[in-house]
């Protein structure tokens, strides 16, 4: 699921040439120390402002920005870095906690997001979701921040769960694992506080409940021989 090679060449370029950086890689390694570059070559968040047609410009200038846009600490350590390219956001976005690992990246194509990842201080991962003309929508998977798994599916439509999806409470316990379509319930297992939504959905029968019902109304069988 990395960004394909169009869009990552442009930002990879204007890294190397900047400085030596390690962005979204996989294994989550810490950014490696670079020559101290001159402050002016570098465009600031503050230096550029969005226009009215969304495109983001320079201050004070009429084309479309294209470049990396960085933010730098007091000791030069990197916190901020994205890449435009015609005033749209292009390839990764990232953010760095105060030791230097990654903290976010967001990766952008022609200015919608097509990845979204997450890691805790510590250096675990907390999410990884696939976007879709700028909707999460594909696969997605999260994290506790010990590093258990906590969600992991598939979104389709308006936050639809699609396919099979595994839920897990922080203690390990699995609270849904179990197959949808677009948002409909078919078949598994679900936390017992959903049992009564699901029932009156439709989507459960109460007599295929997994869970005792909780009063004589929600049971068909009581009510007729009532």
């Not at 990842?117 to 999260?142: C, L, S, Y």
């Not at 948002?183 to 049992?195: I, V």
Request: net charge negative.
């Amino acid at each position: 699921m990395s960004p394909s090679p169009k869009v990552l060449r442009p930002v990879l370029g204007a890294i190397a040439v900047a400085f030596v950086l390690v962005g979204c890689q996989e294994s989550h390694e810490s950014k490696p120390e670079s020559e101290t570059p001159m402050r002016d070559q570098f465009t600031h968040p503050d230096e550029i402002a969005t226009g009215d047609d969304g495109l983001v410009r320079r201050n004070g200038e009429t084309e479309p920005y294209t470049g990396p846009v960085v933010i730098r600490d007091r000791d030069w350590n990197l916190r901020y870095f994205a890449y435009y390219q015609h005033g749209k956001l292009h390839g990764p976005e990232m953010k760095f906690w105060d030791d230097g690992t990654l903290r976010r990246c967001y990766d952008f194509d022609n200015g919608l997001k097509i990845r979204h990842r997450t890691w805790f201080e510590n250096g675990n991962q907390e999410r990884d979701a696939t976007f879709v003309a700028g909707h999460a929508r594909g696969p997605h998977q999260t994290w506790y921040e010990d590093g258990s798994p906590r969600w992991k599916g598939n979104f389709v439509g308006e936050l639809q769960w699609d396919g099979h999806i595994v839920d897990h409470a922080p203690d390990g316990t699995i609270l849904w694992d179990a197959t949808f379509d677009h948002g409909r319930f078919l078949s598994g297992t679900y936390p017992e506080s959903e049992q009564q939504k699901l029932i009156e959905a439709g989507m459960v029968k109460p007599e295929n409940a997994l869970y005792p019902l909780k009063n004589e109304a929600d049971n068909p069988q009581k009510t007729e021989k009532n």
